[in-house]
């Protein structure tokens, strides 16, 4: 959508805020446009949005707070962008997220502990970040959670034994904590 090369211009586009107007919208794939600027705020309005996939653009900025409004949300998908700043705690309000996905961006700041009250959370990719801190150990309250990927960031200190051991989710089948301190 947003390829347009001149031999004197690059045409760039970003997501116009009047997409908030799509009041029913359940599912929007937005992915690998080449999308530059902010998230707009009025994402976070479209409160019947199950599916949201902004990857593979340009997008910087922070993730807006209002994202914890969408909770309907199952699938989140906002990595490969450039998006900035801290996971906003208000993730935590999208009890029915099943997949999200922050994977290549340049977030900073620690795991929020609000990410454990996403027990439907099958997926969770936080790969590739500046996260700093330690590995929250109530991560182990996500029973759902078959994937945990954490690898590339700044985390350090121990693994949570409630991770390793028998408190551990139960379907847990892929953990990567690869390049931390």
Request: one cysteine or more; hydrophobic letters at 35%.
């Given at each position: ?28 794939y ?37 994202i ?15 998006l ?26 620690e ?35 078959h ?35």
């Amino acid at each position: 959508v947003c390829r347009g090369f001149s031999d004197e211009t690059i045409h760039t586009c970003s997501i116009p805020p009047s997409i908030g107007n799509l009041q029913h919208l359940q599912h929007m794939y937005l992915n690998g446009n080449d999308f530059r600027g902010n998230i707009p705020v009025s994402v976070c309005s479209l409160k019947h949005l199950k599916t949201l996939y902004l990857n593979a653009n340009q997008l910087e900025g922070s993730i807006p707070e209002g994202i914890g409004n969408l909770k309907n949300l199952e699938k989140l998908y906002l990595n490969n962008n450039l998006l900035t700043g801290r996971i906003p705690i208000s993730i935590g309000n999208l009890v029915n997220l099943q997949q999200l996905e922050l994977q290549n961006n340049e977030l900073v700041g620690e795991i929020p502990i609000e990410i454990s009250k996403l027990t439907q959370l099958v997926q969770l990719d936080l790969n590739e970040n500046e996260l700093e801190g330690t590995i929250p150990p109530e991560l182990s309250f996500l029973g759902s959670l078959h994937r945990l990927h954490l690898g590339g960031n700044m985390l350090q200190g121990e693994v949570p034994e409630r991770l390793l051991g028998p408190l551990a989710p139960p379907g847990l089948t892929w953990l990567d904590l690869s390049n931390n301190r």
